[in-house]
């Protein structure tokens, strides 16, 4: 090749080149290289929070399980067979309602037995007494011996003592016939019966167990680090079993002064305004003794980045995520809540759950789906 014709066909070969390697890129770019500006990226609703004011507690964690403050077995005082059973388990009741008959015939013998023997007893007191009556008068007339009148108030004294124990015979027959009767001893529910018509019971067995529903009680434990900020009168937050969603609050009513040497807990009792008896006996409760409170913003503990040197969260402004420090105040475990003491205002949107992973400088949007 001629050497004055070289130069053209370098420079023809560095066009050639240029221009495939322009190709290339925009064949890259059309099959799915970065683009110059990112997708925004779709959250849920339940992705997001909004800081807002609310009311926070924090205290020692307490577990436990409700019992009836006032609860009865209520046992055969005497022996028989159950002639009525008149409740079923569930049932209501009122105070003096007769919940149990036993057979009382053979009780209700030994009662007229008694009650004729008193009527005798207290027949030959008056004969007793008219006898040492006359006997003074004779005697005082010098017509009757010493020991004739000594005699006569011997007779009234075994007269009286007579009297006495028919009439104790008496009382005790009574008695033992109003223990046929099973009665409540106060308003209640039927939670167990332990017996039907038919069976023969002895004396303390079991046959009715009755609940107080409104008088129920937490009885709980707590550690014994708790027992500097721990009082009577102390409010108490708690959840239960069954009743997901929903909390209570009772307040603390009296505290174990013993340890329990094996947990090294407290036992408190907690007692609970049971208002329409939705809460029954035996299910499980856990929440916290609300020994501070106060008004605060709060979000989700589920937003809080505890990773780096300080807390921060993600926050959505503009469309775009960005990081902002915060400080930590007071943590509402039962409400799954913190409060901010500063970083962010009521109404700032925060990333929650596994969307507070998204990276910074995202740009986000929420759907409803």
Known sequence: ???????????????????????????????????????????????????????????????????????????????????????????????????????????????????????????????????????????????????????????????????????????????????????????????ERQASAGDVLQVGNPAITLVDPGSLRLEATVPVSALSVLKTGTPVDFEVSGYEGKSFTGRVERINPSVDPATRQVRIYVAIPNVGGRLVAGLFAQGRVATEQRRAVAIPTSGIDLKGSSPSVRRVKGGLVELVGVELGLRDDVLQMVEIKSGLAPGDTVLIGPSAGVAVGTPVRITKE
């Open 1 to 191: 090749m001629n050497a004055r014709h070289r130069p053209s066909l370098l420079l023809a070969l560095l066009v050639l080149t240029a221009g495939a390697a322009a190709g290339a890129c925009r064949n890259n770019a059309d099959a799915g290289g970065v683009p110059a500006e990112a997708p925004a990226v779709a959250l849920r609703a339940d992705n997001i929070a909004v800081a807002t004011e609310r009311d926070l507690s924090s205290g020692p964690s307490v577990s436990g399980a409700l019992a009836a403050e006032r609860q009865a077995t209520l046992r055969a005082e005497v022996a028989g067979a159950v002639t009525q059973m008149l409740v079923e388990q569930g049932q209501s009741v009122s105070a003096g309602q007769t919940l149990v008959r036993l057979d009382d015939s053979a009780i209700r013998d030994a009662l007229l037995s008694a009650r004729s023997a008193s009527r005798t007893a207290n027949e030959a007191l008056v004969v007793a007494k008219r006898n040492a009556e006359r006997s003074e008068r004779l005697a005082q007339a010098g017509a009757l011996a010493e020991r004739d009148l000594e005699q006569a108030r011997w007779s009234v004294m075994n007269a009286e003592a007579g009297l006495a124990d028919a009439t104790a015979r008496l009382s005790s027959a009574t008695k033992q016939l109003e223990k046929t009767v099973i009665r409540a001893p106060f308003k209640g529910i039927v939670s």
